[in-house]
C-alpha cells in the first residue's frame, strides 16, 4: 500500500531510476512527453505487442502537469464513449500493482457530488439517470447522508447528492511510474533528459503534411508515428510545424491542510459544483481543498512554456483564492486558515470546448496528439491511451469519439487572443451547471453571415457554433434577447414554438448560412466521391444526393448533401461543425496524382432558406421559375436569379415543408433577405432560429451527425439504408452488406411521450419492457403535437437481432430525473 499523500509531502514528486538506453536513429513510434498520459500510450503499445516503442521525455517521467494533480479518478462523463474512456482508466489503474509490481495509489474511496439547490439536484438526478445506462454505479441519497462521509460537512444548505461507489484516487507520480514500468516490462525503451526541438515533416501533392520523425538536442530520430502526450507543450511544437493543437494552460489552485479529525484516507473525493469546490483526504487525513472558478488566470507565457519547467509550481495567489477558500470553510465546518500547511498553483492545459483532444490533426499522417485535459488528465488519459492505441492500429476510431476528434477545431480556435479569453472559462465549466443548450461567453463574435445585422435588427438571441454567432430564437419586441436556463422549460420556448408554427402553416425564413460548404473537382472527382459515399453521386448535373460518407467499419464519417455542378464538379453541403473533419476525410483519400481539387467556400456564401405551405407563393413574386414538382422537383439545383441576385437554388428540406434553400454570394444575402421578407409580408413570413429548426427536423425523425449519427453506428441501424446504392462499390461496402444479410442489433428509434408536460432535452434513459435499453440522442418538446419527442438507439441486454417488429410491440419508457414517462413509437411525429 502506498501512503506517500501526507500533508508535508503533497504534491508528491516520485523518484524513479530509468534504465539508461542509447537514443536511436530511427523507431516505430516516439512518444513525446513522460507525464500520465505519455506513459500510459507506452503502456499500451506494449501491451499491444508494438515493438521498436521509444518514449522521450525532456525533464524526469511525471514531471511537468502530472505530478501536482490532484489525483481524483470520477468515472461518470457527459457521454457513453467518454464514460467508457474513464471506465477505462481506473480498471486499468486497480490492476496496475499486481500487473507491474509498482504501487499507483489507487484508492477505490468512492465520489460523492453535493447538490445546493433544487437546479442542482435535478442534474445530479439526470447524471444518476444516465449512469446506470453507462454501466456506472450511482445513488441519489439525502442531505444527510451526504454528512455521514465527513462528520464536519455542513448539510443544512443541501438538497442532496450522488454517491459513486466505483470512483477513487491515485498517486499522480506513483501512477505515471506504474505505466512507465509495464511499458518497459513490455519492451519499451524510455529516455529522460531529451528535449524535442521539432517535427520531421513533408507535404505531399494532396496537401497533407507527413510527420516522418523529430528533432532532439540529441539528435534525429525518423518514425513511423509520433505521439504527442505533452499536454501543455504540444502546442508549441505544433506551430513550429504549422500544425493547429488548440491547448492553452491556466493556474489551477488548490491548499493542503494538516491533519483534520474526522478524515480518513477513505473519505470519497468530494465535488460542490455550486461552489467550484472540490476536496479530497490525503493517507494521514490531511486535505486538499482545490477550485474551479467561474472565470480563471491563463498563464501569461506567450507562445510557449519557458524552459525548463519540470518539477515546478506557480507562486501562491491568495487573493485569487480567498473566494473559493471561504466556501471550503463553510462547506467544512471547523476547518480555519490556520489548518492550511501549503499553497499550490500548478499550471494545467485547457481547450476551447472542455473536452480533451485525440487523433491526428487536419491534414496530417504520422501524428497523433494525446492531450489537452482539462485538469481531468488522471481521470481520463488510462483510458484515452488505450483508445488512441486501438484508432492507430484500425486507422480510425474504435469507439465514438467525436467529441474529443481534435479535427473539430478550426485554425482561428489556435490563435493565443482566441484561447487565452476561451480557457478562463473553460477551466470553470468543470463545476458550471449542465443546463441544456449552454452557450459559452467568452470568445464571441469571430463569424457571422452576412445577415447577422438583420438578425440583431429582428431581436434574435444567439448562439455558437465553430465560432459562428448564429440565431437560436427571436424574443418579441420589447423583450431582450438572454438565454434563461433551465432543465424544465426554458424562456426561449415559446419564441421558437411560434416560429414553428409559422413554418407548419405559412411561411418562414431561415438563415442555415453556417453550412459548411466545399467544391470539389477534377478528372478523379466522381471516382473520389463514390468510393467515400455510400450513396450513388453518378447522376445528371443539378442533382442532388443525400449520403452518407463512410469508412471501413461500414459507419459514419459524416452526411451530407452532393449537388453534381458539371461532369466532373460537384458542390457539397455539410453540417457546420464538420468543415474540418470532412474536408480531412476528403483529402485523405484524394489520389496522389493531382486529378482533385478541393476548395472550401464555407465564409463566402450564405444560405438563405425559404420553407412552409407558402414559400413558393412568396418565391413566385421574385422570378418567372416555376417550381411546381414537374418543373423543379425535389432534389434539384439550378442556377436562377430572384430579382436579379444570382444564386443556386436548392429543392431540399431539412425542416420537412416544401421550399428552397438559397445559396448566395456573402455581400447579396442581405438584400436577398431584405426582398424576401418584404414579398412574404403578405403572408405572414418570419424569421425562424437554429431551436425551432431543431425542433422540425426532430418532430420529421430527421438524424443529425454528432447526434444520431457518429462513428459507432451503421447507416442500417440509422434506419438510412435508402441513402445506400448497393450496385456499386464504396468504402465498408463488404461490412454493411454482412451486417443486412445477419441483423442488426440496435435501431434508431423515435419515440413521443404519452404525457404533455415533461420536457426532453436529450441524454435521458429510455426502458424498454422495464429495461435500460439506451438513451436519447436528441430531444425537443414539439409545439405541432404539444408533447416532447425523442430520438434514440436502443438494444436488448442479449445484443440479438432487432426486427422492426420486435420494437413495433415492445414497451417504450423514457427516464426524466426520478421518474419515468411512458412514450410510443413512431416513424415521425409530424
Same mark, same amino acid.
Not at 429548426?693 to 447507416?715: D, Q, V
Given at each position: 500500500m502506498s501512503v506517500q499523500t501526507l500533508h508535508d509531502n503533497t504534491p508528491v514528486r516520485a523518484s524513479f531510476e530509468v534504465p539508461h538506453s542509447d537514443l536511436p536513429k530511427s523507431a516505430r513510434v516516439v512518444i513525446v512527453g513522460g507525464g500520465i498520459a505519455g506513459t500510459a500510450a507506452a503502456y499500451h503499445f506494449a501491451r499491444a505487442r508494438w515493438t521498436d516503442v521509444h518514449l522521450l521525455e525532456q525533464s524526469k517521467l511525471a514531471s511537468g502537469t502530472t505530478w501536482h494533480s490532484a489525483g481524483q479518478v470520477g468515472q461518470l462523463r457527459a457521454s457513453s464513449a467518454q464514460t467508457k474512456v474513464n471506465k477505462a482508466s481506473a480498471e486499468l489503474f486497480a490492476r496496475l500493482k499486481e500487473e507491474t509490481g509498482h504501487d499507483p495509489g489507487w484508492l477505490q474511496c468512492g465520489g460523492l457530488q453535493l447538490a445546493s439547490c433544487e437546479e442542482r439536484l435535478l442534474q445530479l438526478q439526470r447524471n444518476a439517470a444516465m449512469a446506470e445506462v453507462f454501466g456506472v454505479e450511482a445513488r441519489v441519497i439525502s442531505a444527510e447522508e451526504c454528512r455521514s462521509f465527513y462528520p464536519m460537512l455542513h448539510t443544512e444548505d443541501l438538497t442532496g447528492g450522488v454517491y459513486l461507489p466505483g470512483d477513487g484516487r491515485v498517486l499522480p507520480g506513483e501512477c505515471t511510474l506504474a505505466l512507465a514500468t509495464g511499458a518497459m516490462q513490455g519492451g519499451v525503451k524510455i529516455h529522460e533528459g531529451v528535449r524535442i526541438t521539432g517535427l520531421i515533416h513533408s507535404t505531399d501533392r494532396r496537401g497533407i503534411k507527413r510527420i516522418s520523425g523529430v528533432t532532439t538536442d540529441q539528435g534525429e530520430i525518423a518514425a513511423e508515428w509520433v505521439v504527442l502526450a505533452g499536454n501543455m507543450w504540444m502546442r508549441q511544437i505544433g506551430l513550429a510545424a504549422g500544425i493547429d493543437i488548440p491547448v492553452y494552460p491556466c493556474e489551477h489552485h488548490y491548499v493542503v491542510t494538516r491533519p483534520i479529525e474526522g478524515v480518513t484516507r477513505n473519505s470519497p473525493c468530494t465535488r460542490d459544483p455550486n461552489a467550484g469546490l472540490y476536496f479530497r483526504a490525503l493517507d494521514d487525513g490531511g486535505m486538499k481543498l482545490g477550485a474551479f472558478k467561474k472565470r480563471s488566470k491563463p498563464w501569461q507565457i506567450g507562445d510557449a512554456v519557458p524552459h525548463p519547467f519540470a518539477f515546478d509550481l506557480l507562486e501562491p495567489d491568495w487573493e485569487d483564492f480567498e473566494e473559493p477558500l471561504a466556501a471550503h470553510f463553510h462547506r467544512l465546518r471547523g476547518i480555519t486558515r490556520e489548518d492550511i500547511v501549503k499553497f499550490v498553483n500548478g499550471p494545467e492545459a485547457f481547450t476551447p470546448d472542455n473536452n480533451f483532444i485525440m487523433g491526428q490533426p487536419h491534414a496530417t499522417e504520422g501524428l497523433f496528439v494525446l492531450g489537452g485535459w482539462n485538469s481531468a488528465g488522471i481521470a481520463c488519459s488510462g483510458g484515452a491511451a488505450k483508445y488512441a492505441v486501438e484508432w492507430i492500429e484500425n486507422g480510425g476510431m474504435t469507439l465514438d469519439l467525436a467529441s474529443v476528434d481534435i479535427r473539430r477545431f478550426l485554425p482561428f480556435q489556435n490563435g493565443r487572443k482566441y484561447l487565452q479569453e476561451r480557457v478562463s472559462e473553460v477551466l470553470g465549466l468543470h463545476y458550471q451547471m449542465a443546463w441544456p443548450n449552454r452557450q459559452m461567453e467568452t470568445a464571441r463574435g469571430i463569424r457571422a453571415s452576412g445577415l447577422y445585422d438583420k438578425h440583431v435588427a429582428a431581436n434574435a438571441l444567439f448562439g455558437e457554433t465553430a465560432g459562428w454567432e448564429r440565431p437560436l430564437a427571436y424574443a418579441p419586441a420589447g423583450v431582450r434577447p438572454e438565454m434563461g436556463y433551465s432543465f424544465l422549460r426554458q424562456n426561449w420556448q415559446p419564441w421558437a414554438a411560434e416560429e414553428v408554427t409559422a413554418c407548419r402553416t405559412g411561411v418562414a425564413l431561415l438563415d442555415q448560412s453556417t453550412f459548411a460548404k466545399f467544391e470539389l473537382a477534377g478528372p478523379g472527382a466522381l471516382r473520389l466521391l463514390q468510393y467515400v459515399c455510400g450513396g450513388n453521386v453518378d447522376v445528371p448535373i443539378g442533382k442532388t444526393v443525400y449520403t452518407g460518407l463512410f469508412n471501413a467499419k461500414g459507419t459514419f464519417e459524416s452526411d451530407l448533401t452532393v449537388i453534381r455542378t458539371g461532369d466532373e464538379s460537384f458542390y457539397i453541403v455539410t453540417a457546420t461543425a464538420q468543415q474540418s473533419r470532412d474536408a480531412d476525410w476528403l483529402l485523405r483519400h484524394f489520389p496522389e496524382d493531382g486529378s482533385v481539387v478541393l476548395r472550401d467556400i464555407t465564409e463566402e456564401r450564405n444560405v438563405v432558406s425559404v420553407m412552409g405551405p407558402k414559400a413558393f407563393e412568396v418565391l413566385g413574386m421574385l422570378t418567372d421559375v416555376s417550381f411546381a414538382d414537374e418543373d423543379f422537383p425535389f432534389g434539384t439545383s439550378r442556377v436562377i436569379e430572384l430579382k436579379g441576385i444570382p444564386l443556386r437554388a436548392v429543392r431540399i428540406s431539412y425542416v420537412g415543408e416544401p421550399g428552397l434553400e438559397l445559396h448566395v454570394a456573402k455581400p447579396f444575402a442581405g438584400v436577398l433577405w431584405e /426582398?424576401?421578407?418584404? @414579398? =412574404? %409580408?403578405? !403572408? +405572414?413570413? /418570419? #424569421?425562424? +432560429?437554429?431551436?425551432? &429548426?431543431?425542433?422540425? /427536423? &426532430? %418532430?420529421? @425523425?430527421? /438524424? @443529425?451527425? =454528432? !447526434?444520431?449519427?457518429? #462513428?459507432?453506428?451503421?447507416? *442500417? %441501424? @440509422? =434506419? *438510412?439504408a435508402f441513402a445506400i446504392d448497393w450496385s456499386k462499390d464504396f468504402l465498408g461496402k463488404e461490412v454493411l452488406l454482412k451486417q443486412k444479410a445477419e441483423g442488426v442489433r440496435q435501431r434508431l428509434v423515435c419515440l413521443v411521450l404519452e404525457e404533455a408536460e415533461p420536457n426532453l432535452w436529450g441524454g435521458e434513459p429510455i426502458f424498454w419492457d422495464g429495461e435500460p435499453a439506451g438513451y436519447t440522442t436528441s430531444a425537443a418538446w414539439s409545439p405541432t403535437i404539444g408533447r416532447s419527442i425523442a430520438l434514440g438507439y436502443v438494444k436488448r441486454p442479449d445484443k440479438r437481432v432487432l426486427s422492426p417488429a420486435a420494437i413495433k410491440e415492445g414497451a417504450f419508457e423514457i427516464g426524466l430525473f426520478d421518474k419515468r414517462h411512458a412514450a410510443r413509437v413512431v416513424t415521425r411525429a409530424v
Open positions: /426582398r424576401l421578407m418584404e @414579398a =412574404g %409580408e403578405p !403572408h +405572414g413570413i /418570419r #424569421p425562424a +432560429g437554429t431551436q425551432a &429548426i431543431n425542433t422540425m /427536423r &426532430i %418532430e420529421k @425523425a430527421f /438524424r @443529425a451527425y =454528432g !447526434h444520431e449519427l457518429s #462513428p459507432a453506428e451503421t447507416p *442500417l %441501424e @440509422a =434506419g *438510412l
